[in-house]
């Protein structure tokens, strides 16, 4: 099982990315799927998360409001639409799938 996660890169503050993120090997239809983040420095720290069948999603308190989670399970893959974005967002972005993990993608917010 593959998770490829893309979309990362460098924006201002204020501006908007979207991450995207596409397993391989394995159906993701009956997984909750979430974005977590590691900032230098910090422990990893959950994101966002949606249920399998999109009928319920979480954020982090410090996300919420500029950031949607969404999947396709169709297309086999979880998105997180991150807009607004601060300094502080700066992390690598990692999506999530039970046990399973995908490499990563960076975003960097400058001020």
């Known amino acids: 099982v593959q998770l490829q996660a893309s979309g990362g890169g460098s924006v201002q503050a204020g501006g908007s990315l979207r991450l995207s993120c596409e397993a391989s090997?394995?159906?993701?239809?009956?997984?909750?799927l979430g974005w977590f983040r590691q900032a230098p420095g910090k422990e990893r720290e959950l994101v966002a998360a949606?249920?399998?069948?999109?009928?319920?999603?979480h954020y982090a308190d410090s996300v919420r409001g500029r950031f949607i989670v969404s999947r396709d399970n169709a297309k086999n893959s979880v998105y997180l639409q991150m807009s607004s974005l601060k300094p502080e967002d700066t992390a690598v972005y990692y999506c999530?799938?039970?046990?399973?993990w995908g490499r990563g993608t960076q975003v960097t917010v400058s001020s």
């Open positions: 999530n799938m039970g046990t399973m």
């Open positions: 949606i249920s399998w069948n999109s009928d319920a999603a």
């Open positions: 090997g394995r159906s993701v239809n009956t997984y909750r």
